[in-house]
């Protein structure tokens, strides 16, 4: 007899990654469509849209419908998600037939935001949909002990927005979102690239000069890049060098913001955990927590532990499906 399948969705706004509890992680790809706006067709998903963005002619648009954390376009999602379970089932053999699902979402998401996204997965043919805070799940992905009561404090920075969240007892003690992370990082090497060199390069191109010498700290050994854009006076190709020290006043802004966001969030703390963040500190996630220095950086800052939890860009997929094994515990799951 065939079982159902047991399935969580980590629903994030750069990428989306699906998890089946007999086969791990079956799918990573970005959130990303490319929409024929003639016809209104799918012409691509995940990682072949990504390769298109900047690309394509005029009628063919890639989309990010998750891009700043919340559902920008329900019907959109709705396809992206289909085409992957669809592709999931196909690829994998996972036994798509009335599965149930867990889709993790961001915490800052409204109630109609998380009945669209219920509505998504429910439309594809799920049994059970369940919805888990975003921060929760990434607790149990980083394999804290979410079920104590202790404050497990968690730092997800991905590229929509940065969730900061306390956990304890299988629920949110408190938890903060902000609409700043890997995009916004981005966005500002474009800025500050065009400001300074006159040059216009695509979110691709930060993207890269981000990942290669972008750097929390400001006193860190000094790198420069090759960076290819386009002239904005003569229109034409330019390729300039660019160091890390540019890159890091580029981000700081960014950075600061997400600092702000942990400093409140464990004000806010109640007295009787604040002792346990003192010993156990808090764990980073989420693909912004791989930028260069950026757990010394924040040591120095909040002066607690920092830890990075193993594989960041898969820990809150990891717990989305884990928790099915927990969701009647979980407080604050939402329906
Ligand atoms: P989301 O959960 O919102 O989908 P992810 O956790 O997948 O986001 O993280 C995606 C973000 O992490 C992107 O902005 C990406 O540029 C950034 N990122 C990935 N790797 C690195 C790196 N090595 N250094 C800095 N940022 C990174
Ligand atoms: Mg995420």
Same mark, same amino acid.
Request: net charge negative; glycine share 8%; aromatic share 2%.
């Given at each position: 007899?065939?079982?159902?399948?047991?399935?969580?969705?980590?629903?994030?706004?750069?990428?989306?990654? &699906?998890?089946?509890? %007999?086969?791990?992680?079956?799918?990573?790809?970005?959130? #990303?469509?490319?929409?024929?706006?003639?016809?209104?067709?799918?012409?691509?998903?995940?990682?072949?849209?990504? @390769?298109?963005?900047?690309?394509?002619?005029?009628?063919?648009?890639?989309?990010?419908?998750?891009?700043?954390?919340?559902?920008?376009?329900?019907?959109?999602?709705?396809?992206?998600? *289909?085409?992957?379970? *669809?592709?999931?089932?196909?690829?994998?053999?996972? %036994?798509? +037939?009335?599965?149930?699902?867990?889709?993790?979402?961001?915490?800052?998401?409204?109630?109609?935001?998380?009945?669209?996204?219920?509505?998504? #997965?429910?439309?594809?043919?799920?049994? /059970?949909?369940?919805?888990?805070?975003?921060?929760?799940?990434?607790?149990?992905?980083?394999?804290?002990?979410?079920?104590?009561?202790?404050?497990?404090?968690?730092?997800?920075?991905?590229?929509?927005?940065?969730?900061?969240? &306390?956990?304890?007892?299988?629920?949110?003690?408190?938890?903060?979102? &902000?609409?700043?992370?890997?995009?916004?990082?981005?966005?500002?090497?474009? $800025?500050?690239?065009?400001?300074?060199?006159?040059?216009?390069?695509?979110?691709?191109?930060? @993207?890269?000069?981000?990942?290669? &010498?972008? /750097?929390? $700290?400001?006193?860190?050994?000094?790198?420069?890049?090759? #960076?290819?854009?386009?002239?904005?006076?003569?229109?034409?190709?330019?390729?300039?060098?660019?160091?890390?020290?540019? #890159?890091? %006043?580029?981000?700081?802004?960014?950075? @600061?913001?997400?600092?702000?966001?942990? +400093?409140?969030?464990?004000? $806010?703390?109640?007295?009787?955990?604040?002792?346990?963040?003192?010993? +156990?500190?808090?764990?980073?996630?989420?693909?912004?927590?791989?930028?260069?220095?950026?757990?010394?950086?924040?040591?120095?800052?909040?002066?607690?532990?920092?830890?990075?939890?193993?594989?960041?860009?898969?820990?809150?997929?990891?717990?989305?499906?884990? %928790?099915?094994?927990?969701?009647?515990?979980?407080?604050?799951?939402?329906?």
């Amino acid at each position: 007899m065939l079982s159902t399948a047991e399935i969580g969705i980590d629903l994030g706004t750069a990428n989306i990654l &699906i998890y089946s509890k %007999s086969k791990g992680i079956v799918l990573n790809e970005p959130s #990303v469509v490319a929409i024929d706006l003639n016809t209104k067709n799918v012409v691509a998903v995940g990682s072949e849209a990504k @390769e298109m963005v900047g690309k394509t002619p005029q009628n063919i648009v890639p989309i990010r419908p998750l891009k700043d954390g919340v559902i920008a376009d329900y019907d959109v999602t709705a396809q992206m998600l *289909k085409e992957f379970l *669809k592709k999931v089932s196909k690829k994998m053999g996972l %036994s798509m +037939r009335k599965p149930t699902v867990v889709v993790c979402t961001p915490s800052g998401s409204t109630t109609v935001e998380r009945r669209a996204i219920h509505n998504a #997965v429910s439309s594809y043919g799920a049994k /059970h949909v369940h919805l888990i805070e975003e921060p929760v799940a990434a607790a149990i992905g980083a394999d804290l002990p979410v079920d104590e009561p202790i404050a497990n404090v968690i730092v997800d920075i991905g590229g929509g927005t940065s969730e900061v969240g &306390i956990i304890s007892f299988g629920g949110v003690v408190s938890c903060n979102s &902000i609409r700043t992370g890997g995009d916004k990082m981005d966005e500002e090497i474009i $800025n500050y690239i065009r400001k300074n060199y006159n040059i216009m390069i695509g979110e691709r191109t930060a @993207e890269n000069i981000k990942m290669e &010498i972008g /750097h929390a $700290n400001e006193n860190h050994t000094e790198e420069s890049t090759e #960076v290819r854009g386009r002239d904005m006076v003569s229109g034409l190709p330019k390729t300039v060098s660019v160091s890390s020290k540019e #890159v890091y %006043s580029a981000l700081k802004e960014s950075l @600061e913001q997400i600092l702000e966001t942990i +400093r409140s969030t464990l004000e $806010n703390c109640p007295p009787e955990l604040s002792g346990d963040i003192v010993d +156990r500190g808090i764990v980073l996630t989420g693909g912004g927590s791989m930028l260069n220095g950026i757990q010394d950086w924040l040591s120095d800052e909040i002066i607690v532990p920092v830890h990075i939890a193993p594989n960041q860009l898969e820990s809150v997929a990891i717990g989305t499906g884990r %928790s099915l094994k927990m969701i009647s515990k979980l407080q604050k799951a939402a329906k």
